[in-house]
Nanobody, 126 residues
Framework: QVQLVESGGGSVQTGGSLRLSCVAS????????MAWFRQAPGREREAVAI???????RYTDSVKGRITISKDNAQNTLSLQMDSLKPEDTGVYYC????????????????????WGQGTQVTVSS
């Protein structure tokens, strides 16, 4: 059974940094597309950053230049380095995985992803 376990959430002030991690069991990152989604109160879950099997990345416009997705295939760990955080970055952050999703546009949709972590809360105060 695939398990994704996130960690690293917390509370910071505007301009602060956090690093989220997601550890996977039963599969290797070289065989999967991975992503970080977030869900703010009262809003739909949205894709923040996506990394494909060979390491190509995409970001939602609001986080470009501030947030970096990366993966360590040897450790089966997905990371999200978040710098210059803003209050609008607040939400529950979820790690997601799928063995294949054709096209970057399709990867923006939550229903395309097969596996999800339990989420970790990020709160940015002004």
């Amino acid at each position: 059974q695939v398990q994704l376990v996130e960690s690293g959430g917390g509370s910071v002030q505007t301009g602060g940094s956090l690093r989220l991690s997601c550890v996977a069991s039963t599969f290797t990152f070289t065989t999967t597309c991975m992503a970080w989604f977030r869900q703010a109160p009262g809003r739909e879950r949205e894709a923040v950053a996506i990394i494909d099997k060979i390491g190509n990345t995409r970001y939602t416009d609001s986080v470009k230049g501030r947030i970096t997705i990366s993966k360590d295939n040897a450790q089966n760990t997905l990371s999200l380095q978040m710098d210059s955080l803003k209050p609008e970055d607040t939400g529950v952050y979820y790690c997601a995985a799928a063995f294949w999703i054709a096209g970057w546009q399709n990867r923006l949709h939550t229903e395309a992803w097969e596996y999800w972590g339990q989420g970790t809360q990020v709160t940015v105060s002004s």
